[in-house]
């Protein structure tokens, strides 16, 4: 099993300098892979497992809403944190958004501060979610293992 050094982030959109973009505003703190359409990004988060994907609204053959609600419906995915980043800056949108799965909502061109800071909440937020699925699952027992490990994540 791989083990990453950075988060991994999907970036998903069907414009080539959106995902440069993106992509410079991502690398070098994060591992960038990317998607161009909405069926693709579904196979990429499936065989990757991102540990956040930024996902476009406005795309061909499949939404963004649409792509956030199928990739909830996948059981070893849908716990992955969406975000939406999106020119749709209406609130009607951004409610659909939420309502298929999304954790957050970047308009577009948002600031490389806005980025990273957002990113690093959902990151921040993805790690703890895990670690409590793992106590109760009983997969971490050992109260100073846990003690540990908590203090770390509130440290980041």
């Given at each position: 099993?791989?083990?990453?050094?950075?988060?991994?982030?999907?970036?998903?959109?069907?414009?080539?300098?959106?995902?440069?973009?993106?992509?410079?505003?991502?690398?070098?703190?994060?591992?960038?892979?990317?998607?161009?359409?909405?069926?693709?990004?579904?196979?990429?988060?499936?065989?990757?497992?991102?540990?956040?994907?930024?996902?476009?609204?406005?795309?061909?053959?499949?939404?963004?809403?649409?792509?956030?609600?199928?990739?909830?419906?996948?059981?070893?995915?849908?716990?992955?944190?969406?975000i939406f980043?999106?020119?749709?800056?209406?609130?009607?949108?951004?409610?659909?958004?939420?309502?298929?799965?999304?954790?957050?909502?970047?308009?577009?061109?948002?600031?490389?501060?806005l980025v990273?800071?957002?990113?690093?909440?959902?990151?921040?937020?993805?790690?703890?979610?895990?670690?409590?699925?793992r106590i109760?699952?009983?997969?971490?027992?050992?109260?100073?293992?846990?003690?540990?490990?908590?203090?770390?994540?509130?440290?980041?």
């Amino acid at each position: 099993m791989d083990v990453r050094t950075k988060p991994l982030i999907l970036v998903v959109d069907d414009q080539a300098t959106v995902i440069r973009i993106m992509s410079s505003i991502l690398q070098p703190k994060y591992d960038v892979c990317v998607a161009t359409s909405g069926r693709k990004a579904l196979e990429v988060a499936r065989t990757q497992r991102p540990d956040i994907i930024l996902l476009d609204n406005i795309m061909p053959e499949m939404t963004g809403i649409e792509t956030c609600m199928a990739l909830k419906e996948i059981p070893v995915i849908e716990h992955i944190p969406v975000i939406f980043v999106t020119s749709m800056d209406d609130k009607h949108n951004e409610q659909m958004g939420f309502k298929a799965g999304a954790v957050d909502y970047m308009n577009k061109p948002p600031s490389p501060e806005l980025v990273h800071a957002r990113i690093s909440v959902h990151l921040r937020n993805r790690r703890q979610r895990l670690f409590l699925e793992r106590i109760a699952s009983n997969e971490i027992t050992d109260v100073a293992t846990i003690q540990q490990t908590a203090k770390l994540l509130l440290e980041n």
